[in-house]
DNA sequence: CTTCCGTTAAAGTTTACAAG
DNA sequence: CTTGTAAACTTTAACGGAAG
């Protein structure tokens, strides 16, 4: 197939597709009709020999050509639009870019303070909207550009990603202040007595701290599972249950909930907590810049 | 049944291009 | 520079499948 046969913008018109999966938030989203789209569509689906996008309940789910196709077309419309806007810089000043980020609750807790007293120095027309990175495909977000950087323990990213240390961190033993072990510290006795309040959120590489503990034959009273950690400090200090999280989480929690922590008598590894981008964001001048506010934020 | 949403069709407008 | 034509776009309206 011969270039000057394509019309390019139908590519354009194909990218968005993908992303949102509905022909109406595609024709928003570039600035053309409804029927502008699912026309420029029936043109795409005519050159390519393809249906490309099949009417779902859940919307416009890609064909397993569309699929293959998504990643590439993407990555050519990221590089021209890079090129064609090289000598246009972000200007975060006067900038009213809405990005999108990706971090678990404690995350929200720990960066979104300062960085959004940073971003109000520095860019105040700049609005961040943060989502869940348990409850939904991180990869498949940044692949199709809906999210511009995740934060925190997410070891499942690694192709087609690149990612930048923050920080790494202990975890701990963390409990009500007044509570006995306060003073004693915590031995792998206390530890396996205590009964303990557990966080499994799916996705993030917390899920270790469970692991670990189970492989070193030790048996926990799990009383209470939770999803995340908003909950921690307020059972903690209710009760005399205990849980092990990462530092920087108890170092938030300890004074709003009257906690005190402990070293935590199992090993378990550090949690090592980066800031990830998509290949097809590295040179965007926006992402870039925010990029780096992190990590002049947070990188230790 | 109603609502939502994608598709299709019709009619008019805009745009690009080439010929006069 | 003006004009004719084709292609693509827009709006409007009608249609139909899916979901609640």
Redesign the pocket.
């Known amino acids: 197939m011969d270039l000057k046969d394509v ?1 390019l ?1 139908l590519l354009v018109v194909f990218n968005e597709l993908h992303k949102h999966g ?4 595609a024709a928003e989203s570039l600035g ?5 789209v ?6 795409l689906r005519t050159l390519l020999g393809d249906e490309l ?1 099949l ?3 859940r ?2 789910v890609p064909t397993p050509y569309a699929q293959g196709l998504a990643q590439p077309i993407a990555d050519a419309l990221g590089a021209l639009h890079g090129t064609l806007n090289a000598r246009v810089s972000f200007d975060p000043a006067h900038s009213e870019r809405a990005f999108v980020i990706g971090v678990n609750d404690v995350g929200e807790t720990y960066f979104l303070p300062r960085l959004m007293r940073a971003l109000d120095a520095a860019a105040p027309g700049v609005t961040i909207r943060t989502v869940r990175t348990t409850s939904i495909d991180v990869r498949d977000e940044m692949e199709r550009g809906r999210m511009d950087l995740a934060m925190g323990f997410l070891p499942g990213l690694k192709s087609g990603f690149f990612q930048r240390l923050l920080f790494r961190q202990p975890y701990v033993c963390i409990f009500r202040q007044d509570h006995p072990l306060a003073r004693s510290g915590v031995s792998a006795r206390q530890f396996r007595a205590a009964e303990h309040v557990a966080i499994v959120s799916e996705g993030t590489g917390h899920g270790v701290v469970d692991e670990v503990i189970e492989r070193a034959g030790i048996r926990r009273r799990l009383r209470l599972t939770v999803p995340h950690f908003m909950a921690v400090g307020p059972v903690l200090q209710a009760t005399d249950m205990i849980a092990v999280v990462p530092r920087r989480f108890a170092d938030c929690a300890s004074k709003p909930f009257g906690l005190a922590t402990a070293p935590c008598p199992v090993k378990i590894p550090e949690s090592v907590i980066n800031v990830f981008w998509h290949a097809r964001n590295h040179r965007e001048p926006a992402n870039q810049w925010l990029r780096q506010v992190v990590v002049e934020q947070f990188a230790d």
């Open positions: 019309d913008n509905r022909v109406s938030a053309i009709s409804q029927p502008g699912s026309n420029a569509l029936g043109r996008f009417r779902t309940s919307g416009m």
